[in-house]
């Protein structure tokens, strides 16, 4: 994703604080869609090595992948459009 394509979709990344842990340090940035919360990219710096995750609920993906976040939140937006529309079907049968 581009920035150009970042800002039309209102895409920001709020930066999260800098924790210190034995290894290095980590830090979690919050991945703000319309100022709601899609994901997470954490950040984790060894001595020797920098490890990057994109983190969406339970799932993740090994480096810095905006994209997939995005398109995560948009399989879940549909899934819950289509969740209520069909509840609404079933309530109206009723």
């Known amino acids: 994703m581009t920035l150009g394509q970042a800002i039309r979709a209102n895409l920001q990344i709020e930066p999260g604080r800098k924790v ?9 940035d919050r991945v703000l ?14 001595r020797t090595r920098t490890e990057i995750l ?3 609920g339970n799932v993740y993906v090994i480096g810095y992948d905006v994209d ?14 289509h969740a209520s529309e069909r509840y609404m079907i079933t309530s109206a049968a009723s």
């Open 54 to 56: 994109t983190i969406a």
């Open 20 to 28: 210190k842990t034995l290894g290095g340090w980590c830090r979690q």
């Open 33 to 46: 869609l319309d100022g709601l919360e899609i994901g997470k990219i954490q950040t984790r710096r060894g």
């Open 68 to 81: 997939w976040l995005v398109k995560q939140a948009e399989r879940k937006i549909w899934q819950y459009l």
